[in-house]
Every structure is written in structure tokens, then in C-alpha cells.
């Protein structure tokens, strides 16, 4: 009959060993490595049995592409792949770490910082199984999520993609994995694999480990701990998730004590998958192994056998696959990597391939790419948009509260200021439809702010837009406005690129607010992948809101602010006053932030 592994009746083990037991060294060197999708021919998928296939950061098959493109790329992958001998499919993934953050159209939904503030668990577990349908919707079956970093210095580029400084609370958090994955089944064991259906997603947890812990939060860098400070602040999240049956990690880029991450047996084999019994598979993060010499790829025979030895299972080539696999090759051939460590990655693969039924289901579900940008998961969005914000101050000392404002202004006008107002780009942040992110509102579909607040507001208000109000302009028009509204904060970026020592708001953020609150009453909003200096600015302002990074849904702002729902966020992360302080989180010895984690005023919804 036919081969047993193709038989979705026979056990799980009998698949895999009937699987592997049939494939060459380069059947199982090739199940081992993932390449960029603008290089996955149906003819390099078949001619190297390419196991995977990822989406780096803006790889799109054409720009502002619809699900129906994606699900032609996807499917035509997929068939040169199951075309092999073994006919073995093709695991594509994507980076889908607020939304499906590539994809035009798709929702954005804030990023991890923004939803530690909601303290809101289940919210978050509801969004992960929203944005696993609309993964599916573009044919993709595996996310490069969630990102579960403890991250400990803001001056980290992506702290932002971090839920929490507190283990504890990144550990809540971790049920965005039982939203992408599913639940795991009752009699589910402990460390497997476990993805509930076609509706659901592998997911990823990253980056092992320690990412958030780098010295002065420089990315990629080095984490020195001692091995408590480790296990207490940025291992916990990956108990929880191994718990919750995550399919995948990633390593990360960081090293630990000096050892580079992608190079650690100690911690890759004998701690995760030892100790933990992490039975899905451990990826590289992307060209991880080139980088484990410096210069990067200076001798990649070391890097392979670094990487493969240290138990990573799956590579992240997105180049250079026929020298990886050629190298892989030669070092298993000559005995420096032994067949049971290259058996033991695709054991792993092969166990999530078949959990999560992508044999049997190799090809997209035409009938979800409706599921695109929903607008239930928009509102579910708004929602997180709301319970995100974090009211930092609310009336002057002896003043009565300014927020909520109201709907109606008495004076029938008032100004909005500020580059961030009416820019969906700044508001999603990194990671949006290109790797950096984008500034301006043509990047997808979306509310901004100052969109929002005139929706919001009755309709015989004349809400006044100034990106920039100078001195002149607020003199002349200072009776005119009964308040403002001022949104300021840090433009995109992602990784490296964000990595930033002083952490001072962006100009000309400062002078619009000096400017328009020096003159009237004025609520600033803060869009920012974390806490900024804002120490000079707290006297002058009448009200402070740190939004994060929103997304798309950004009437979710409005929402709050004119009082249809109340302030409820809570800080996610410590508040400094200066960038000196810093590396300063809850609980340290020496601990004098202008608002400490856990701080949020509250207001009534009218
Ligand atoms: O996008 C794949 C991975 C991502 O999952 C990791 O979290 C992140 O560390 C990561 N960095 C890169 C390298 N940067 C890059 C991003 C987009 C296109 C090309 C390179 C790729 N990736």
C-alpha cells in the first residue's frame, strides 16, 4: 500500500521514521534549509528538496500584492517542492509580528510594548488567533512570532517588539501563542509541537535567548548574567511557551556571556531541548550562522559546523543555500557533524510538518483570503488600540482633568498639532510593509489619528490641522481653540537602526509643543516604540498619553481621548527620566523613574 508516512492514520512516530528512514543526506540537508522566497524556484525547491521558504522583511511577490497573489506564489512553491521524490512540503514563513505586518491591507495591530499595556491576556490570545487567519488568507502557515524578549534598556531598537521588562508579564503574554497555534489537546505532550487546524499557524518563539538583555541595548550584542539573573528574567517566557506547544524557536542574533547564541550547545540542546523538552524545531535567525565569525561568513565551513553542532535545527539562508548545503554535506561526510545530530533537526521538522497537517493540507484555503484586514479584526484592533494607551498626566496641579475632552468645543474649533497626527506610517511603526517601515498614508488602508478625532468629535467642530504651528501662528490664533491636541514621537525603524542612546523626542516634536502648549490648553500624544525624555515638557503640558505604536486602527486613540471608553493602560515598562538612568527597571536597587512600571491614571468613560 502506500508508504506509511503519506497515512494520516499512523501514528506520529511511525511517519517520521518511515519518512526518514527513505531520505538521502541531501533529502534531509535540504528539509534543513529555508531560503528567501525571490530564490524559490520550482526548480531549486525540487533539485535541493528545500524544506522551507521565508519572507524577510518587505519580500513580497509585487507591491500592495492581494491575498489571491500570494496564494498563487505560495501554491506554485509548494508544487515545485512536492514535486521531489518524497514528495515532502514546503514550510513557508513570514514575519507577522503586529498583523501581517508584509501584506498591504492586512490589520496592524499594536506593537508587544503597547499590548503589555493592556494587561489583557485573552485580548492578546483573541489577536494571535486574528492575525493566524490572516496569515492563512496569503496561503502561510508559519509566523517568526512572537518575539518574547524581556527587554531591560529602551535604548534597544527593538524593545518595542518586547511585551514587558517584567518575566512575569512577558509570560502572560505568551498566550498570543495559543491564539496563532490553537490550544493543546488534553492528552497533548508536554513540548510537542502542537498547531489545531487549518484556521492556525506555527509560530515562533524569539529570539533564545537573552536578546533583551544586551549591554546598553545594543542589538545583536552581548548579555551578561549570571545564571540566575538568566533563568529569573529571560528564560521564564520560553517555559510558557514550551508549555503553551510552541512549534519553533529562533536563536538569537545576541550572545551570552560572550558566547554567540547561534554557537551555544549548552543553552540550544541541553537546556531547551534537554531540560525543557522542546520537541519542535530551533531555527537560525537570518544568515545566524555567517555572523558567528567576524567579519560575517569569513569561514563558513566553521559557521555550519558551529551552527548545526550547537543543535540548531533549521538554517535561515536566504542566499548562499547549494555552499550551506554543500558544506553541511561535506562535514557530515567527513564525521565532524554526525547523521544523528543532522536525524535529530529532521526529526524535529518533520514532527511539526506532520503536526500541523501540512502534509495532508500542503496547498492555500482559497476560501480565507477574505479574512484579510476584516473588519472584526480591525475592531478587535481599535480595542487593543484603546486598552494600550497609557495616561501619563491628566490637569495641572489645582486644575480640574482635562481628559476626556469634549465632543463639543465651545469656542466650535479646535487644533490638532504635529507630524504624528496624520501619518499611518509613523503610527504602525517598524515592521510595516517594508522591514524599516514607511512614513506618510499611502503604505496601506488605515485611520489615522487626526482621522479619528474628526470622526470623533460633532460635526459642527472644526478640527484645525498644523503639522508645525510656529510662535506666530499660536499668537495669532490664541483665543481661537479651546484646546489642542499634539502628537509627536519617533519615526520608524526596526533592529539596528533603532538602537538609540539618548532617547529625546525627535525634533520638531519639542518645539510643537513648547509652542501650543506654552500658548493653550494642550493633551500630547506620544507615538514611540518606548519611553521617551519627557521630564522638560511635564510642567508645560495639561495632559500626557503614551500611544505606542497603535497600527492602523488609530480612531482607537479618539476613542479614549473624547471619553466613549475610559483610560484603563497600565506602564509595561519603567518610565526614566534621562537616558544616565539607564539600564533601570522594577525592582532595582537604586530606582527613580518619573513613572514607574505599572503607573497609568485612570479616567470614566462620559
Ligand atoms: O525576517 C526574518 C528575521 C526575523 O524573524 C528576525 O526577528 C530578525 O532578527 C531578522 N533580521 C533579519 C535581517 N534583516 C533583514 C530584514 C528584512 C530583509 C532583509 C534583512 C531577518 N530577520
Given at each position: 500500500g502506500a508508504a506509511k508516512y503519506k497515512d494520516p492514520k499512523q501514528p506520529l512516530n511511525t511517519r517520521i521514521n518511515d519518512l526518514l528512514r527513505r531520505m538521502t543526506l541531501a533529502e534531509k540537508i535540504g528539509q534543513m534549509s529555508q531560503i528567501e522566497r525571490e530564490n524559490a524556484t520550482a526548480d531549486v525547491m525540487r533539485n535541493y528538496f528545500i524544506g522551507s521558504v521565508l519572507s524577510g522583511g518587505?519580500?513580497?511577490?509585487?507591491?500592495?500584492?492581494?491575498?489571491?497573489?500570494?496564494?498563487?506564489?505560495?501554491?506554485?512553491?509548494?508544487?515545485?517542492?512536492?514535486?521531489?521524490?518524497l514528495g515532502i512540503p514546503m514550510l513557508y514563513g513570514i514575519d507577522a509580528v503586529h498583523g501581517h505586518n508584509n501584506v498591504y491591507r492586512a490589520t496592524i495591530f499594536p506593537h508587544n510594548i503597547g499590548l503589555g499595556c493592556t494587561r489583557d491576556p485573552e485580548l492578546v490570545q483573541k489577536i494571535g488567533a486574528a492575525v493566524a487567519l490572516e496569515v492563512r488568507a496569503?496561503?502561510?502557515?508559519?509566523?517568526?512570532?512572537?518575539?518574547?524578549a524581556v527587554c531591560r534598556d529602551p535604548r534597544w531598537g527593538r524593545c518595542y517588539e518586547s511585551f514587558s521588562e517584567d518575566p512575569k508579564l512577558v509570560q502572560q503574554m505568551t498566550s498570543i501563542i495559543s491564539g496563532f497555534q490553537g490550544e493543546i489537546p488534553a492528552n497533548g505532550r508536554l513540548g510537542a509541537p502542537s498547531v489545531s487546524g487549518q484556521r492556525n499557524v506555527a509560530a515562533c518563539a524569539k529570539h533564545y535567548v537573552g536578546d533583551g538583555g544586551t549591554t546598553n541595548g545594543i542589538n545583536e550584542n552581548n548579555t551578561v548574567a549570571t545564571f540566575h539573573e538568566l533563568l529569573s528574567i529571560?528564560?521564564?517566557?520560553?517555559?510558557?511557551?514550551?508549555?503553551?506547544?510552541?512549534?519553533?524557536?529562533?536563536?538569537s542574533f545576541s550572545s551570552l556571556n560572550g558566547v554567540?547564541?547561534?554557537?551555544?550547545?549548552?543553552?540550544?540542546?541541553?537546556?531547551?531541548?534537554?531540560?525543557?523538552?522542546?520537541?519542535?524545531?530551533?531555527?537560525?535567525?537570518?544568515?545566524?550562522?555567517?555572523?558567528?565569525?567576524?567579519?560575517?561568513?569569513?569561514?563558513?565551513?566553521?559557521?555550519?559546523k558551529l551552527g548545526i553542532l550547537a543543535g540548531i535545527d533549521m538554517v535561515m539562508i536566504p542566499y548562499r543555500y547549494t555552499e550551506f548545503i554543500d558544506d553541511l554535506t561535506l562535514l557530515v561526510q567527513n564525521g565532524t557533524i554526525p547523521m544523528s545530530r543532522i536525524d535529530d533537526a529532521v526529526r524535529r521538522i518533520l514532527r511539526v510538518k506532520f503536526t500541523m497537517g501540512l502534509f495532508e493540507h500542503p496547498y492555500a484555503d482559497p476560501s480565507l483570503t477574505g479574512e484579510l484586514g476584516k473588519q472584526e479584526h480591525r475592531d478587535l484592533a481599535r480595542e487593543a488600540v484603546r486598552k494600550s494607551l497609557v495616561l501619563l498626566k491628566n490637569g495641572k496641579p489645582g486644575e480640574k482633568p482635562l481628559l476626556p475632552l469634549p465632543k463639543k468645543a465651545?469656542?466650535?474649533?479646535?487644533?490638532?498639532?504635529?507630524?504624528?497626527?496624520?501619518?499611518?506610517?509613523?503610527?504602525?511603526?517598524?515592521?510595516?510593509?517594508?522591514?524599516?517601515?514607511?512614513?506618510?498614508?499611502?503604505?496601506t488602508a488605515g485611520t489615522t489619528m487626526l482621522d479619528g478625532i474628526k470622526r470623533a468629535v460633532e460635526p459642527a467642530i472644526d478640527v484645525v490641522y498644523a503639522k508645525n504651528p510656529d510662535a506666530g501662528f499660536m499668537q495669532q490664533n490664541k483665543v481661537r481653540f479651546d484646546y489642542a491636541i499634539v502628537v509627536v514621537g519617533e519615526p520608524p525603524y526596526a533592529e539596528t537602526f533603532g538602537d538609540n542612546l539618548n532617547l529625546t523626542i525627535p525634533a520638531p516634536g519639542p518645539d510643537v509643543i513648547w509652542n501650543v502648549c506654552g500658548s493653550i490648553k494642550c493633551v500630547v500624544v506620544l507615538v514611540s516604540g518606548r519611553p521617551l525624555v519627557v521630564e522638560p515638557y511635564i510642567g508645560i503640558v495639561d495632559a500626557l498619553v503614551a500611544a505606542w505604536l497603535p497600527g492602523t486602527e488609530g480612531q482607537g486613540v479618539a476613542d479614549v481621548l473624547f471619553g466613549d471608553y475610559g483610560f484603563t493602560g497600565k506602564l509595561s515598562r519603567t518610565w526614566f527620566r534621562s537616558a544616565e538612568q539607564l539600564p533601570m527597571n522594577a525592582g532595582d536597587a537604586h530606582y527613580d523613574?518619573?513613572?514607574?512600571?505599572?503607573?497609568g491614571l485612570e479616567t470614566q468613560p462620559w
Amino acid at each position: 500500500g502506500a508508504a506509511k508516512y503519506k497515512d494520516p492514520k499512523q501514528p506520529l512516530n511511525t511517519r517520521i521514521n518511515d519518512l526518514l528512514r527513505r531520505m538521502t543526506l541531501a533529502e534531509k540537508i535540504g528539509q534543513m534549509s529555508q531560503i528567501e522566497r525571490e530564490n524559490a524556484t520550482a526548480d531549486v525547491m525540487r533539485n535541493y528538496f528545500i524544506g522551507s521558504v521565508l519572507s524577510g522583511g518587505g519580500s513580497v511577490p509585487s507591491p500592495n500584492a492581494a491575498p489571491a497573489e500570494w496564494v498563487r506564489m505560495v501554491n506554485e512553491i509548494q508544487r515545485g517542492a512536492l514535486s521531489s521524490r518524497l514528495g515532502i512540503p514546503m514550510l513557508y514563513g513570514i514575519d507577522a509580528v503586529h498583523g501581517h505586518n508584509n501584506v498591504y491591507r492586512a490589520t496592524i495591530f499594536p506593537h508587544n510594548i503597547g499590548l503589555g499595556c493592556t494587561r489583557d491576556p485573552e485580548l492578546v490570545q483573541k489577536i494571535g488567533a486574528a492575525v493566524a487567519l490572516e496569515v492563512r488568507a496569503t496561503g502561510i502557515p508559519y509566523v517568526f512570532a512572537p518575539c518574547i524578549a524581556v527587554c531591560r534598556d529602551p535604548r534597544w531598537g527593538r524593545c518595542y517588539e518586547s511585551f514587558s521588562e517584567d518575566p512575569k508579564l512577558v509570560q502572560q503574554m505568551t498566550s498570543i501563542i495559543s491564539g496563532f497555534q490553537g490550544e493543546i489537546p488534553a492528552n497533548g505532550r508536554l513540548g510537542a509541537p502542537s498547531v489545531s487546524g487549518q484556521r492556525n499557524v506555527a509560530a515562533c518563539a524569539k529570539h533564545y535567548v537573552g536578546d533583551g538583555g544586551t549591554t546598553n541595548g545594543i542589538n545583536e550584542n552581548n548579555t551578561v548574567a549570571t545564571f540566575h539573573e538568566l533563568l529569573s528574567i529571560h528564560m521564564p517566557p520560553y517555559y510558557n511557551a514550551v508549555i503553551r506547544g510552541v512549534s519553533t524557536v529562533m536563536v538569537s542574533f545576541s550572545s551570552l556571556n560572550g558566547v554567540k547564541m547561534h554557537a551555544n550547545r549548552p543553552f540550544v540542546t541541553d537546556f531547551l531541548k534537554t531540560k525543557l523538552r522542546f520537541r519542535g524545531f530551533v531555527i537560525s535567525d537570518y544568515e545566524g550562522i555567517d555572523r558567528l565569525t567576524t567579519p560575517q561568513h569569513a569561514d563558513y565551513v566553521l559557521s555550519v559546523k558551529l551552527g548545526i553542532l550547537a543543535g540548531i535545527d533549521m538554517v535561515m539562508i536566504p542566499y548562499r543555500y547549494t555552499e550551506f548545503i554543500d558544506d553541511l554535506t561535506l562535514l557530515v561526510q567527513n564525521g565532524t557533524i554526525p547523521m544523528s545530530r543532522i536525524d535529530d533537526a529532521v526529526r524535529r521538522i518533520l514532527r511539526v510538518k506532520f503536526t500541523m497537517g501540512l502534509f495532508e493540507h500542503p496547498y492555500a484555503d482559497p476560501s480565507l483570503t477574505g479574512e484579510l484586514g476584516k473588519q472584526e479584526h480591525r475592531d478587535l484592533a481599535r480595542e487593543a488600540v484603546r486598552k494600550s494607551l497609557v495616561l501619563l498626566k491628566n490637569g495641572k496641579p489645582g486644575e480640574k482633568p482635562l481628559l476626556p475632552l469634549p465632543k463639543k468645543a465651545y469656542g466650535g474649533s479646535i487644533l490638532v498639532a504635529g507630524s504624528h497626527a496624520d501619518d499611518l506610517g509613523s503610527q504602525c511603526g517598524g515592521w510595516t510593509i517594508t522591514w524599516q517601515g514607511l512614513t506618510g498614508n499611502n503604505l496601506t488602508a488605515g485611520t489615522t489619528m487626526l482621522d479619528g478625532i474628526k470622526r470623533a468629535v460633532e460635526p459642527a467642530i472644526d478640527v484645525v490641522y498644523a503639522k508645525n504651528p510656529d510662535a506666530g501662528f499660536m499668537q495669532q490664533n490664541k483665543v481661537r481653540f479651546d484646546y489642542a491636541i499634539v502628537v509627536v514621537g519617533e519615526p520608524p525603524y526596526a533592529e539596528t537602526f533603532g538602537d538609540n542612546l539618548n532617547l529625546t523626542i525627535p525634533a520638531p516634536g519639542p518645539d510643537v509643543i513648547w509652542n501650543v502648549c506654552g500658548s493653550i490648553k494642550c493633551v500630547v500624544v506620544l507615538v514611540s516604540g518606548r519611553p521617551l525624555v519627557v521630564e522638560p515638557y511635564i510642567g508645560i503640558v495639561d495632559a500626557l498619553v503614551a500611544a505606542w505604536l497603535p497600527g492602523t486602527e488609530g480612531q482607537g486613540v479618539a476613542d479614549v481621548l473624547f471619553g466613549d471608553y475610559g483610560f484603563t493602560g497600565k506602564l509595561s515598562r519603567t518610565w526614566f527620566r534621562s537616558a544616565e538612568q539607564l539600564p533601570m527597571n522594577a525592582g532595582d536597587a537604586h530606582y527613580d523613574p518619573l513613572f514607574p512600571f505599572g503607573f497609568g491614571l485612570e479616567t470614566q468613560p462620559w
